[in-house]
């Protein structure tokens, strides 16, 4: 996977970085965008893990329940993380341990549109409340289906058979 490219911003202060998100490199057949709530501010945002030559969104994607549950959806659909691009609503890593401001939010929403205007996504999943609330307002003309946010998934569903049921409605929403 490729990060996706940096887009100049200085909207928001409490802003230590940002994460545009990763980029897949087999989208050709079903360019599938993943939108999420925002960088897992676990993981360093300002170095790269060296040994293993990831970049940090891909390390939480590596790392966190999260990034496994998105694997498992990805799997049982007959993906991986190579077939999508991943991106988040907020883009930043803010200083202090919180959720961001409605704001802060909005502030993100022209990245967010620049991005889907450039990589031109045939299907959208957004994953979580502040998502839903946040996309449903927009005018976009790409199919959306809007699910749980993976963690909310996983704390609802510990045993894998239990998640089947989220995983087949985003199957049928992308093929």
Partial sequence: MNELPKIKCDKCEDIISCSFGLIGNNIEQIPLLFI???PDRRVNQSTL????????????????????????????????FENTIMTNLFKGILKKDRNPHKEEYINCIPNLMKQIKELKPHKIIAFGSPVKNHLSKLELKIPIYYSQHPSYIWAKTIKYENRISYYQKIKNFIL
């Avoid at 990831?54 to 993906?79: D, H, P, W």
């Fill in 36 to 38: 999420l709530h925002f």
């Fill in 49 to 80: 893990l060296k040994n293993e030559g990831i970049s940090n969104y891909e390390l939480a994607l590596k790392r966190t329940t999260t990034g496994k549950i998105l694997s498992e959806i990805l799997t049982y659909c007959n993906l991986n």
